[in-house]
């Protein structure tokens, strides 16, 4: 090697040169991220403030305008409050239901991974074959719930067809999906907690409920605030288990199941009013911003023994 | 050694400049075709490419497809990111949006004179003009018809299929089976508001009941009056109390023809293009009748909708005049009947519909008997003018709602979208 660069990379300390490799290294996944993820996001701001149909080269700047349309919009309100519904139903659902299951699984002695890949295994189910089978599962003329209700004299609604019912059907769907990948983060960290902890507080006379709600739950803070963060951002972009449950009406009978997400996709892809579908990304991409930034802040403790 | 090298460099001088004159002496134009993916329609057309390619020298096609469920899409930002079709199909509903948008160069007059196409294809085709010139033409078009399941009909003591809309809710009556708790395990209808229904409603059911459903202009919806509450409330009695069918019987966008193939559902109203689907999937003898009327000397209507090929913007100089040559050849009533048979889709012109061997066939017949009064929805927004229409039927249905303040509504939504659509129009 010889010439400037040459010189210049002997005078670099060892140190300084190993920096350098690294900070090389990261910089081609930077770079990616760069061009796949943010530049496209701030296009996509550029966009909301123009009117453009896709198929014309036409785009006019439009200020604001895009955003009064999508917030005067009757069916993008009902879409926000869908979607923080299933959030509602749809987190501390799988919350509860995934640290039961842990607390569970981790006292079972035998069978454990069996356990363990039976709740995983809808996680790695493709979701859409997931949401077909369910619509099944929930028709009221041939499915096994609705059989089941008729046994026991009950009546048997159909769930996707009812407008009150039909988002929290949706949403079941989504707790199954994500219980066994909830289930795991969960183990992960209750493995983490040291025994000593438990026995050290054994030896000062603490019992079940009190080991529970004074080590368990203090120390498990990380994972529940990781589980919330990721829950949250999964609820509030829900799309394909909606559009894939009510398939010939997308977004169920009266919009009662249509989500942001589907929101945005109907009016960008199928009416191609990409600036306006533009702006609600935009509006979305506040909120999440907003709800998780809100949820680090006030979740977040630090925990030390 | 060096005249060696020179008279090598000499020879191959001599190659290029050769060939470069060879190929200049006999143009050659490529075009390229876009169509969604549907494989007797992409392997009909190479074999049209084939032909069309040995009867035109010099010109050459390039058939390209793409998923169905993205093809819109797909289309649509082709253009404007400067690559795309020369020649292009798209669904007639998708043209004011393209056309309005600069996409499709107006079909050249003298190789596609108004008169003579209006004097040649089948009257639906009027929903492919715009500013009073032809932007695009189909090869084949589809309307509706009643499937019936012949095994049911004969089981429940009926003859013949209905041919008033009172015969059928009676025939679907005795159609329709129940288990003890009462839930339906076949359907005398099967009813699909987000399958076929809804332009059935629209473009049948509204006009026979007495109202049109836009104006001529197309600029107002008209629907929303007692006589299209009237055939509103006639259609959402079926489920409501009749309690002949169920909506979503079977899940997913075509489950009232699984339904029907699945022999759960006697009768369904479908379109030409599910033919295929039924010869295939059908395991027991079925017909096609005519769509009911509503009295039996009353008028009939039908919805009709094609899938056209237009010429892209893209298209200048030599390769325009190879897309219109290969316009022409694709809406010439040669392939018009290579298309037939061997993709089952109904030909656009008015002669061969009117060739008594197809309107005889026990299957083609009643969707070709239908074209002279088949209507196509002249449709801005196809997504959002449809979600009105199911809105309308779930509000009646799910929500109880009289007919007629459903149609209101409706009529006030797709107003809006209409205005809409005119105002940018107004502003080009």
């Known amino acids: ?305 | 050694m060096r005249s060696a090298w020179r008279a090598c460099g000499v020879a191959i001088l001599v190659v290029v400049l050769g060939a470069t004159a060879m190929a200049q002496s006999q143009p050659r134009v490529t075009i390229t075709y876009w169509q969604y993916y549907f494989e007797s329609k992409v392997k009909t057309m190479d074999t049209l490419i084939a032909q069309f390619e040995a009867k035109t020298p010099g010109v050459h096609v390039v058939q390209e497809t793409f998923p169905y469920d993205s093809y819109n899409q797909k289309v649509a930002s082709a253009i404007p990111a400067g690559q795309g079709p020369d020649v292009v199909n798209l669904y007639y509903g998708w043209l004011p949006l393209y056309v309005g948008s600069g996409y499709l160069q107006v079909l050249p007059a003298q190789a596609f004179p108004s008169t003579q196409i209006e004097r040649e294809f089948v009257p639906m085709i009027k929903a492919a003009k715009f500013d009073g010139q032809y932007w695009a033409l189909p090869t084949a078009v589809r309307t509706l018809a009643l499937f019936y399941n012949k095994d049911l009909f004969s089981r429940a003591g009926l003859s013949r299929p209905p041919i008033t809309w009172d015969e059928f809710r009676a025939d679907a009556q005795k159609l329709t089976q129940r288990d003890a708790g009462g839930r339906i395990t076949v359907e005398g209808f099967g009813i699909a508001p987000n399958g076929q229904d809804h332009q059935l409603l629209r473009e049948i059911l509204f006009r026979q009941w007495g109202t049109a459903p836009y104006s001529a202009d197309n600029r107002r919806v008209t629907y929303n009056n007692a006589q299209g509450a009237a055939a509103l409330a006639w259609y959402t009695d079926l489920v409501t109390k009749d309690k002949v069918g169920v909506i979503d019987f079977f899940p997913g966008g075509n489950g009232y023809r699984d339904a029907f193939n699945a022999g759960k559902a006697a009768m369904i109203v479908d379109g030409s293009f599910a033919i295929g689907a039924v010869q295939s999937g059908a395991k027991f003898p079925w017909g096609v009748a005519l769509l009911p009327r509503r009295t039996a000397g009353g008028a009939p209507s039908n919805f009709g909708s094609f899938w056209v090929n237009g010429i892209s913007r893209k298209a200048t100089g030599p390769r325009l005049t190879a897309a219109v040559a290969f316009l022409k050849y694709l809406t010439s009533p040669d392939v018009q009947r290579t298309w037939l048979r061997q993709v089952g889709e109904i030909p656009a012109s008015q002669a061969l519909a009117a060739d008594p061997k197809l309107a005889q066939d026990p299957v083609y017949g009643p969707f070709i008997a239908s074209l002279p009064y088949a209507h196509a929805t002249f449709f801005v927004d196809e997504t959002a003018q449809r979600t009105i229409m199911l809105d309308a039927i779930n509000e009646v249905v799910l929500n109880h709602k009289d007919p007629k303040a459903a149609l209101d509504e409706a009529a006030a939504k797709e107003q809006k979208v209409l205005d809409d659509f005119w105002a940018k129009q107004a502003h080009k």
Request: net charge positive; charged share 10%.
């Open chain 1, 1 to 305: 090697m010889s010439g400037p660069a040459g010189r210049a990379r002997r005078g670099l300390s060892l140190r300084a040169r190993r920096t350098l490799s690294a900070y090389t290294f990261l910089a081609v996944p930077l770079v990616f991220f760069l061009a796949i993820r943010i530049a496209p996001a701030a296009g996509a701001m550029v966009i909301s403030l123009h009117r453009w149909n896709i198929v014309g080269t036409d785009q006019p700047w439009v200020g604001l305008a895009n955003f009064r349309e999508v917030l005067s919009d009757r069916q993008f309100w009902q879409a926000a409050t869908n979607t923080l519904r299933y959030a509602a139903a749809g987190i501390p659902a799988q919350l509860v239901l995934g640290f039961a299951v842990a607390l569970l699984l981790r006292r079972a002695a035998r069978f454990r991974g069996l356990f363990r890949t039976v709740y995983f295994v809808p996680f790695v189910t493709p979701v859409v074959a997931a949401a077909w089978v369910w619509q099944w599962m929930y028709s009221p003329n041939f499915g096994p719930l609705a059989m089941l209700a008729g046994r026991l004299g009950l009546p048997a609604p159909a769930l996707l067809r009812t407008p009150v019912l039909a988002l929290y059907a949706i949403t079941a769907l989504v707790v199954w999906e994500y219980l066994g990948f909830q289930v795991v983060i969960f183990l992960a960290g209750l493995e983490a907690i040291p025994r000593v902890y438990y026995e050290a507080a054994a030896v000062d006379g603490a019992r079940g409920w009190d080991l529970f709600r004074h080590i368990t739950v203090p120390l498990l803070n990380a994972t529940l605030v990781f589980s919330v963060v990721y829950a949250t951002i999964v609820y509030l972009q829900l799309f394909t288990q909606v559009l894939n449950m009510t398939f010939g009406d997308p977004g169920g009978p009266l919009g009662s199941t249509a989500t942001v997400v589907l929101y945005v996709y109907t009016l960008g892809f199928q009416r191609f009013h990409m600036g306006q579908a533009a702006a609600a990304t935009v509006v979305l991409f506040a909120a999440l911003l907003g709800v998780a930034l809100l949820q680090l802040t006030v979740l977040t403790r630090r925990v030390e023994y």
